[in-house]
């Protein structure tokens, strides 16, 4: 194994449900709107907090807009609990020169702010947020290319089902940390509760 690709919220930080609600207060007191009633939560997984919030609003996120979500999630973020198991996985890559690569839908900007933050910066290789990665399918694609590997010396870890097809299309194994919309391939892949799991999916593929 050359390559961990992670996820960041709700694999690294249990930050999906506190952030989701900020939002959905943020649309609702602003524009009036249940973003819920609005689109599913498969679709809503799918789009950045400035996607929704344009759709909500029907017009494009101005600078102020994005500067006040971003600092009420960063604020939301940076309380919310990390696994603590990342430290031994970092530690774990370091001895056998596994480079950890973050990919996140969080825009990069706010990314970036939160993981030094919370120090943790330094355990990542390369860190890839929204704004400069596009979609994942095509990031993990120029992950391979780039870093010249083959699909099955990278792992992919997530919690989300956007992460197990962008790992699926590009033939990268994957790891879901568990959450209700990976509960369809319970018994198909491998989900662990937290990242402690991970190490044995990363010794099963040494």
Known sequence: MKIIIIDFD????????AKKSILREFIKENYHIDIDKKISIFESQRLTRYELITLAKNSKIDSYEKDKIDQQINNCVINSKVDP????????CSKN?????????????SLISILN???ISHYFYK??????????????SKIIKNENVKPVEILSVGDNIEDYFASKINNIPFHGISDQ????????????????????????SS
């Open 10 to 17: 709700g694999t690294i930080i249990d930050s999906n449900h």
């Open 85 to 92: 198991f990342i430290y031994e996985l970092f530690k774990y």
């Open 97 to 109: 020169k596994i480079k950890i690569i973050l990919v996140s839908n969080t825009p990069h900007k």
């Open 117 to 119: 933050i919370l120090n």
């Open 127 to 140: 860190v890839f947020g929204k704004n400069i990665s596009g979609n994942k399918i095509n990031t993990f």
């Open 181 to 204: 919309s990976l509960s369809i391939l319970k018994g198909k892949i491998p989900i662990s509760n937290n990242l402690k799991g991970v190490f044995k999916s990363l010794k099963n």
